[in-house]
Structures are given as C-alpha cells and as structure tokens.
C-alpha cells in the first residue's frame, strides 16, 4: 500500500504536464475495478455515492460523505480526489471547518464549488463564492498543504444566461484565490474549452466528459486540458443495467438482459487478489 503523502505527491505530478482520464467510482468495488484498468488516480462522485444511499444527489449529510470519502481512501491505492460539493456550508469559516476533516481522510484533492442548491439564487454572490475558495486554500494550507484544491464553477450547469463569460470571470478568480486546478462542468466544445485553458493558463483545468456527444479524451487533451472526469456517468450506467434488467422481470418474467451481466468468477478472481493482498 501507498502512503497518503506518496499519494498525494502523485496526484500534483499528474497535474503538471499531460492530460489523465480521472474516472469516478461510487462505492469500494468500482473503486477497485478501476484501479484494476490501470488508471492513475479516482475521483468520488457526490451522484453516485447519493444513489447508493438511496438518496438525491446534493441531500446526503456531511457525516455519511465523509465516511463514504474514508471508504474510497481506504480501498485503493490510488490517489482520490473528493467531491465536497459546496463544502457542507456556507460561510468560510463553515468550509474550511469541513475541508480541514474531508483533508483528515487522505485525500489527495478535494473540489469546493460555487452552487448554492438554491434555484432562485444558483450561484453564491461572487465575493462570497472567492472567500470560500480562500478559506479552503487556507484549511488545506495550516493542514500541510499538500492536498490540491480543484475549484468549480457551476455556471453551465446552473443555466447562466452568459456561462462562458462567467465562468472564467469566477475560475480566475478562483485561482488568485489559492486554488490548484479549476472545473467548469458542462463546457462542452473546443471553443469554450479552449476558451478557459487559455484564460486560466498556467493553471491546470478539469473537464467533464462522458455523455454521447463528447469529446474524445484525445481531442480533450490536444486542448491543454490537464485531467477529465466523468461524474456520475459510470455509476448511471451500472444503474442503467440494473434497472433494465429489473424492469424486464417485473414487466415480462424474461431474464435476457442478463446475457450482458459480468462474470461472477472474474469479479470473484479481482476482488480475492485483493483480499489475499491485504491479509498479506
């Protein structure tokens, strides 16, 4: 097993040249599959551990995500980057209270953004939305420093009439304010991609991918994007195998949708090389 500071020292030498594929397991097993394909570094995904707690994304409580944070740290050995949502607060005091704990898991980055979950008023004001980044740069910065602050601008997701614009007024901002790499979810072509590689440069930017008009991961990369992740995406299509299959049974009593289920012996065969592993 990796050490958290060998971890972490991966994760920022990921964020320095090249783009990296950042994939977003929801529970320990998916979290071991992917380690298991090779990729260098995981991602949580606030959707995907919600659904798995039977919940909507954004309603599960700061406790249980940190457990669910601690989990995924636990389980690999892979760097892992938190999404801490808003940070479970609103004030920048809040933030940087619960950075300072989702930091104490072993995380190796963690992401603050700037949705309020407030339809009427979607964005924090920008002055608050700056103060709160700061405030988690400073948690981070007495706890060590060595975990990467990823801030978000939720502009695209949260339909601002002027996105684009928007988001780059915030991400730049955002990076004065302490953060190591920005992420505005929902900038889908090369233009507005381009747009805030260019604008935020040097500073590395995450993009989100995954729906059937993506980009590809080359195409992404030949943009300066630094690293790409995908969400809930993965955790929404296991559920949408789950579901179709359920669905099936309960509609017509057939089981064909079981003919694209995995094999048990080779999800048995990885996860008993990493049981025998860890008793080693």
């Not at 104490?104 to 309020?116: K, P, Q």
């Not at 995908?230 to 296991?238: E, F, I, N, T």
């Amino acid at each position: 097993m990796t050490t958290v500071a060998e971890r972490r020292q991966t994760f920022r030498a990921l964020h320095e040249s090249g783009c990296f594929v950042l994939p977003n397991p929801w529970d320990v097993g998916s979290a071991r599959y992917l380690q298991s394909l090779g990729y260098k570094a995981l991602a949580t995904t606030s959707a995907g551990a919600a659904w798995s707690l039977g919940q909507a994304d954004g309603a599960v409580a700061l406790e249980p995500m940190l457990g669910h944070i601690s989990g995924l740290v636990e389980a690999t050995d892979l760097p892992v980057n938190a999404d801490f949502l808003a940070g479970f607060a609103e004030a920048p005091e809040g933030v940087a209270e619960n950075v300072r704990r989702c930091v104490e898991t072993g995380v190796a980055g963690l992401s603050i953004e700037d949705s309020t979950g407030d339809r009427a008023a979607p964005l924090f004001d920008f002055a608050l939305a700056v103060e709160r980044v700061a405030a988690a740069r400073a948690a981070i910065d007495i706890a060590g420093g060595d975990v990467l602050l990823v801030a978000r601008a939720e502009c695209y997701l949260t339909g601002h009439d002027a996105p684009l614009k928007e988001a780059i007024h915030r991400l730049t901002a955002f990076a004065e304010a302490g953060a190591d790499c920005l992420y505005a979810p929902g900038a889908k072509t090369i233009e507005d991609i381009s747009a805030i590689v260019e604008a935020v440069a040097p500073t590395p930017v995450n993009v989100l991918a995954g729906g059937p008009d993506s980009l590809t991961v080359g195409q992404i990369a030949a943009l300066g994007v630094r690293r790409i992740s995908v969400g809930g995406g993965l955790a929404r299509m296991a559920w949408a195998g789950f579901m179709r299959a359920a669905r099936e049974i309960a509609e017509t009593g057939s089981f064909t949708a079981f003919e694209d289920a995995a094999s048990g012996a080779e999800l048995n065969r990885l996860f008993r090389g990493r049981s025998d592993a860890e008793a080693s």
